[in-house]
């Protein structure tokens, strides 16, 4: 996952100084991301709902009717495979709007039961006393 991430910043990138190597980049990289404290960018988000909609949902979403359930499962994948081993995080407002579930409320109900049916595990809690999204990790299959 972090090469995944490194070589797009690196062979795009025009303001590379000439006296550092790339191997001296990629450890820069690699103590940066460690020490990512933060959600992923929007974009991160944003493309990984593209892909939702794309793919096949996996197996374990088919026991849903709702398409959209079935779109949040495979969302929260695509997101898992970004996020590689670690967690990722995922915020009620964002889940309510991209399913138009009207409310952060109901979108966290559907985590919720998303997590007692064993699809998801959150890992750290968020809300508003954190003002942080919350942080899962996807248990099913990749």
Request: glycine content about 6%; proline content about 7%; some cysteine.
């Amino acid at each position: 996952m972090r090469e995944r991430a490194f070589l797009p910043w690196y062979t795009q990138n025009n303001c590379l100084r000439p006296d550092q190597t790339r191997d001296e980049y990629w450890f820069e990289f690699l103590e940066a991301y460690d020490d990512a404290k933060c959600p992923l960018g929007q974009g991160v988000l944003e493309r990984t709902w593209r892909l939702s909609g794309s793919c096949e949902p996996p197996t374990v979403a088919t026991q849903f009717e709702d398409p959209r359930l079935r779109r949040l499962v495979a969302w929260c994948r695509e997101l898992q495979l970004v996020a590689g081993d670690g967690p990722f995080f995922l915020s009620v407002r964002t889940v309510a709007a991209k399913l138009g579930l009207g409310s952060p409320r109901r979108a966290s109900a559907v985590l919720r039961r998303l997590v007692d049916l064993e699809i998801l595990d959150e890992v750290e809690k968020g809300g508003p006393d954190t003002n942080k999204a919350t942080r899962f990790r996807y248990l099913c299959p990749l």
